[in-house]
């Protein structure tokens, strides 16, 4: 009966040992994955915040020429607005089918109008990924529409852009310099500020959006998974046999065949899941090359 209680206390020491090990080498390994991801989040929402300036002049470009009425086809503009207004959204895909500058016009005011929005109540956010995506669509927009568009044109007053009261031509004038763009040193004029768009969209706005998308990329779910695994392990193996030694139950011989189990299936589950990480590590590492 003695020797039986000490192979009984030696397989429980052995188990409380070898457990003590994997949890001791997994939980400062997955403290280290969480926080190596939080450094990665804080570095690319600094990177993110330093273009947010020259993305805000690009917008604060489109909001000060969107303030002047160069627009000829103002009952059409006034219907598109009255339904905006009423939020009849199918009222509106019928208006745009009809006149289609209307395209244009809704990504001058979408984009002004967020602009506004931000301005007025002080709105100092981070852009979201699908943010971004709007305004690459709407940016994409205002330069397809007019440089590989020519039925766009007959709807814009051009004599009114060419007639811009000094206050309009001054605010927009500071704009451009802002953005240091190729553009600055040209008139202005429906193409340039088209060509700006093109500009900001394809160095800007979709560099943000690889930004965006890799800060709300989440946090990989194997990782959790294997918290949970060191979890059950610390339980399974170290909590419940110190117990068991404690108290010694009588049926500690089947309760400590159900442990066995249980920690051979997370030491299994743990080798597994740590070289599906690895694994998933590496083709991220080569997708980016």
Known sequence: MEVNDNNFETLLSSIITSTSIMVAVGIPLILYIVANYKSKREDILKEMKSIYPKFNYFRELIY???????WKNTKAISKY????????????????????????????KYISEKYSEEIIYNNKRVFTHHDILEY????????YAITCR??????????????????EKKRITESIAKLETEE???EISIFQIADISGEMEGTIIDSLSD???????????????LSWLMALSFVAGVILPLLILMYKPSCSCIIIQILLWIIICCFISTIFLTGKYVKSIYNQKNEIT
């Open 211 to 225: 930004l965006t998308w890799y800060y709300e990329k989440p946090l990989n779910p194997i990782v959790k998974h």
């Open 81 to 108: 607005e009255n339904s905006a207004r009423l939020g009849n959204k199918e009222e509106m895909a019928l208006l745009i089918n009809e006149y289609e500058f209307l395209n244009l016009y809704s990504s001058y």
């Open 136 to 143: 690459i669509v709407h940016a994409n927009r205002i330069w």
């Open 184 to 186: 600055e040193s040209k």
């Open 64 to 70: 000060n020429v969107f303030q002047i009425d160069f």
């Open 150 to 167: 020519k039925d766009y044109l007959p709807e814009i007053d051009m004599e009114r852009l060419n007639n811009l009261k000094s206050f």
